[in-house]
């Protein structure tokens, strides 16, 4: 995946200005990190073709799975129902991975969305989104994977289910909770990436991530 100078602007404003970045489908699992309004959403947008109104040049290949911020299955649907429905739009979708997932976590296809928990929420659309073979998978802020057990299922289904080789980006805030499992990390502000390194890069100059990120992105 290739962009090369890029600008994307809504109006006037500048959302990334002039932006390089060569990612590899290299099975790691990536963080866009940066503070509000620094471009995350936009890069994002711009990686899965949602923004076709650019100054530069883009080149992706592969195929996409997206976890958008916000819930995107009907309520009133079962659980079963949104796996039927996924099947007829994905037909990258692997149905079988998802039922191994939902068993893992003894969550029954009967239930209806609307009678399940926040946490199961989020592990039914993680699910779904990684039960897809997809090239990428593309997060967007995910979920509040703020506690232990969320925390614990959130990489679980990361690092054990997706397609073999496969690379993550994932936009998050969640640097305390979810940093550990990031391999390389895309720092990003006012539009501009700041940096692209390995954790290893990161931290032979930063003692943590959360450091890097307050040394580079500032208060
Ligand atoms: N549709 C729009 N019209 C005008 N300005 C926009 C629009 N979408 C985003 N922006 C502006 O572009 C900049 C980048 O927005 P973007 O949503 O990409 O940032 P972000 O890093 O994802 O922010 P956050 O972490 O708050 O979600 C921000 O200043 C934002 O206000």
Do not use: W
């Not at 959302?15 to 309004?37: E, F, M, Y």
């Not at 299922?153 to 305390?176: A, C, E, G, P, W």
């Not at 501009?192 to 954790?199: D, F, G, K, T, V």
């Amino acid at each position: 995946m290739l962009l090369k100078n890029i600008t994307v602007k809504y109006g006037r404003k500048v959302a990334l200005d002039n932006i390089s970045l060569t990612l590899r489908n290299d099975g790691k699992i990536v963080g866009i990190l940066g503070d509000n309004g620094s471009g995350k959403t936009t890069l994002v947008n711009l990686i899965l073709k949602n923004i076709n109104k650019f100054k530069g040049q883009r080149e992706i290949e592969g195929s996409f799975s997206y976890m958008p911020d916000r819930y995107f299955l009907y309520e009133s649907m079962t659980i079963k129902e949104s796996i039927d429905l996924f099947k007829s739009v994905y037909s990258d979708f692997d149905e079988q991975r998802m039922y191994k997932i939902l068993q893992k976590f003894s969550i029954s296809p009967q239930l209806k969305l609307h009678d399940c928990s926040k946490g199961m929420h989020e592990q039914v659309h993680l699910a779904l989104v990684f039960s897809r073979n997809t090239d990428f998978y593309v997060l967007d802020e995910p979920l509040s994977a703020t506690d232990p057990i969320k925390r614990r299922y959130f990489m679980d289904i990361i690092q054990n289910y997706r397609r073999k080789n496969s690379t993550v980006l994932m936009v998050t805030h969640l640097i305390r909770d979810l940093g550990d499992m990031l391999e390389d990390v895309i720092f990003i502000k006012d539009g501009h990436i700041l940096s692209h390194n390995s954790r290893a890069e990161i931290l032979a100059v930063d003692k943590t991530l959360e450091d890097a990120y307050i040394r580079r992105i500032g208060q």
